[in-house]
């Protein structure tokens, strides 16, 4: 449904599937299947180069609608040739060459198998479908043109070789089986059964099987002679030959790629993947593909076999969010969210970044691609396993990023291990950390760290960070929040062109961010602080609880001003719609507030709200555009959502516009002007609105200069209004020789308006 020629552009995003990666031939490129689309990455240069949605593709055949993203049983390239292979039996294939030069079409058939396709091989131009009950422990048919060859009962595991010439499967009774589709003949295999087994692997051409087990022994039998291979502590998911058999590869839970040496016994790793190693493909001699699973985001690495170095990563957006697999609430109003669902994003130009533990990933949505997963926090370079789960790595509490995408300010918090010392166990360090982009010979380039502050707010946590609007030191400024409400302003000491290029000391060219004004919050302690910039940057509205405060940012010591009580319950977030309107969001409402007539606006909303309900709703400050999301149950159980779009001054919307997904966050992006919006399956949409004029400053000059009069005429009243709250007005003043000692503290970048204020301040 839309309203107001508001409407949805679908940019992609999605997932990507386990079985949904294959490199070309030549390894010059990646095929990669998405929950909606196929996408292709040069590998030499790291970047996408085609990304075509599969309902825009022609099907020549009879082939049902199909979800790719439940029935994709594996993807795999002979020759020119890329093949799909789904559950039900459909075959599709193209010619990839074609497809990069813009054919789109795809070919169908459909293998006659008697069951469920659960895997498929592809050996001397045939394919043999593997068919059964995804259940372990359901029989497993081998089938070549809808004859069964082989059959085998009660199947836990399988895998196939290197080049799909063999099959092992290992049974409920830990008996192995090994089928050769050149000889035709199957083979049992003996080892002695200890411990439950997770992965098993084949060799291509001599009779070597591997079998990883749960407590990390992995057991190597060749010629009905076993030994055992030790170093993982943990499940062994992963396992592969090589192509000359001279090494085993292995991988699981530590996120550890293991190289055992299978003459020497020694062995190479490559530590601290993204994630659990799920799958290894070592088919292109020169180039191994990784499939890596963490918080059931799949990501694919493809990296050099000859030094181990990363050649491309191809990753889905990484948001994260509770509950979505959560049960139905019980409330009383049946279409309504009982879990929060929201996900924490900043977008910036084309970028959008998603904070994961102790990572920050910017992925381009307009490419439909991860661009960089910048580290912000020091994590261990090793994979942990069982004890070692409950070491804490550190975690991304907040982050922001300037409008002009040159710097990043992240805090994290870095537990102290339970080893370390009785007493010091549960203390947290605290870490605020300003970076800065850097261009470089990758697309998007990288982040440098230029300031590290450790317990900027003296052993307090940071809540929330928000940056400055342009329009106030080029952007070139953030504020941090602690639960007390306390405010810290940073910005970065300006330095002197000449002497950064005569230092030789690279330290001395970096750019220092340093503490410039503070303000002194609540004596309680809250988990509901917030704070929002106003866009001409002048003041900064924080809330505490219930409580609102506008902090002049142009004085010294940002003065208060107290708004009246406007809400019942806690404020769990503020957003400026201009300069002279401001959000106050609820669990249970939203409201307008106008600071310039002082007194509410007829927006007033009576909504239900997560407590980060602060990530569904955005503002455009040029249009004064306010867009709230809406999650909800429809009489399927299923969760969707609506967007609503309203004026800061009126309670009917302009617009309104459904998605059938529900919505983990909005954002405003004004360098491409339109709403960026995440749903719970990490799909990427714009909304915007075409019959709506561009944002012209000059058009709107009568609207800012009856801004500055509604401040001029407000003025008087807001000072009574501080009169009747605050204490921070006296009638007389004693000066003696010390009272203007303080105007000369902290002058650097000091106008001569802010130092006549001061003077005044003082008389």
Known sequence: MTVGSWTFTEHGGGRLIERGSALSTDGRFMFVVSSDSLRVFNVDNRIGVRNVKFSEMTVQGDFPELDITKILVRMLVSSDILHFVFSDGHHLWLNWKEFMSGDLELNVEKFQVPGTVLDVLHYKDAFYTIIGKRNKGHNRQVVKDGEVLYTVESVRLHNKSLYDRKIVFLTTDHKVTVIDLETNTSSD???????????????EKSDMVALGTATGIIHLVESNTERLLKWHIDQVKAMKFTVDEMYLVSGGVEKVLVFWNLSTGKQQFLPRLNGVII?????????????????????????SSIDLASRISVASVKNRFKGLNKKKSTDKDVTKLGFDITTDFEVVKDQLFFPLRSQIQVYDYIRNEQQALQTVAPVSQIGKVRSELAIQDPKVKCFAVSENG???????????????????????????KFWKHVPGDAMYGSWELTTKIIDPHAQKPVSEIISAPSSLYGGDAFVSVDGKGNVRLWRPRALDPNAVAAANNKALQHTEWTLRKAFSGFESSSESVHASWSPDGSIIALSHETNVLLLQVNTSQMDPIPLPSLVQNRITGLKFVDDGNLLLLTKRSLANFNILTWSKTPLNLSLDFPAKGQSLVAVDQAKRIIAVVLNYYNHDKDIQSKVYLFKADSLVPIGEVSLSKGISGIRYSSYNDTFVVVDTSSMIFTLSNKDLPKFNQDSDYVTEINTLVGIAQSNHKILNNVENTMDLLTESVMLNANSFDKILENTEGLTVTNLFERVLKVI
């Open 189 to 203: 295999v003996k080892f002695s059964y200890r411990r439950d087994v997770m992965s098993v692997a084949v060799a």
């Open 406 to 432: 040159e710097w990043m300010c992240t805090f994290d918090s870095v537990p102290t291990p339970s080893a370390d010392a009785l007493l010091s166990t549960g203390e947290q360090t605290y870490s605020l």
């Open 279 to 303: 799958d290894i493909d070592l088919s292109n001699p020169e180039l191994y593909t990784l499939t890596l699973i963490s918080n059931s985001i799949v990501e694919f690495l493809v990296i």
